[in-house]
């Protein structure tokens, strides 16, 4: 009995068996590992999505590095991740804290929140094409000079009504986040900050703040990785235009693909979103240090 009960502790000290991942790891090689390979493979070919495809060397390469296109498409994308990022960050932030409280009006305001999160981007793309048009939209329906201008067609702004709607769509995923990441707090933490005369901006500064850096990090990482996907949203609002000021990197790889029939020359500008993406991911995930998997109440 002794040493059944030796062996049973055993199996429990060495964790779950790694057998239990083999399912998860297989559809990851097979749908994430797989067709990342072949997208690499087709970067050095010349293919048009139908014919026989051709091994071209470096040559859809020079061609998506030399494009001023792509370069245009970077910088858009950069300025997209840079503004909707300094948009969404602050507002979901707030949000997440003052929708943590108990009150029963705040719980409510929550759900009311969320909802922009369940519609689809193109849904909400729509909608907001039809509100922005300037013939039909807000303006004229309300006689206001200032919405009846071409939002979506003034090059100066639309970048702007972009990440406007992106924010829109996207700051209540934030918001539960952060939501959820303000009710693990410990409330201990404020009741002694109040015995000690400490008031709501300190409380939020010296408690909330930093009980939320792992929270933090995680949304931030999903806002900007999450800038390189929206592709479907600003399709359906923009096609990227006018011109090339919203055909962000994303966009201009499936205009490459599909439109003017390089896959090539996508697929070269797939590997480039791929690398920046997880380029973005492990820097922002190196800003949570060493420990970053560590309980943050450590030490409350």
Aim: proline share 5%; net charge positive.
């Amino acid at each position: 009995m002794t040493s059944l009960g030796s062996a049973n502790r055993g199996v429990r000290d060495a964790g779950p068996s790694g057998w239990l991942a083999v399912p998860a790891l297989a559809f990851f090689l097979a749908f994430a590992v797989v067709p990342l390979i072949g997208v690499v493979f087709l970067s050095f070919t010349s293919w048009n999505g139908l014919g026989e495809i051709k091994l071209d060397g470096l040559s859809s390469w020079t061609t998506v590095l030399t494009d001023p296109v792509t370069g245009n498409a970077l910088v858009v994308t950069a300025k997209i991740m840079f503004f909707s990022f300094i948009v969404q960050a602050p507002i979901s932030l707030l949000l997440g804290v003052f929708t943590a409280g108990g009150q029963k009006y705040r719980a409510a305001l929550a759900v009311l929140y969320f909802l922009p999160l369940l519609l689809s981007s193109a849904a909400v793309a729509i909608a907001f094409k039809a509100l922005l048009d300037p013939n039909f939209g807000l303006g004229p329906g309300f006689n206001l000079p200032i919405l009846a201008q071409d939002w979506l067609g003034n090059s100066d702004l639309v970048l702007f009504v972009v990440v406007f709607v992106i924010a829109w769509q996207f700051v209540p995923f934030h918001t539960l986040i952060y939501q959820g990441g303000v009710r693990q707090i410990p409330t201990s933490l404020y009741e002694a900050a109040e015995i000690d005369g400490a008031g709501r901006f300190r409380q939020f500064w010296n408690i909330t703040l930093p009980q939320l850096k792992y929270t933090i990090i995680t949304s931030s990482t999903l806002m900007v990785v999450g800038s390189l996907a929206y592709f479907d949203l600003i399709f359906v609002l923009t096609g990227g235009g006018p011109g090339y000021s919203t055909r962000l990197l994303p966009l201009h790889m499936y205009l490459t693909g599909f439109k003017a029939n390089d896959m090539g020359a996508a697929s070269a500008l797939g590997v480039i979103l791929v690398v920046i993406g997880l380029g973005l991911a492990l820097i922002l995930q190196r800003l949570g240090g060493k420990n970053r998997n560590a309980s943050q109440l450590e030490g409350a």
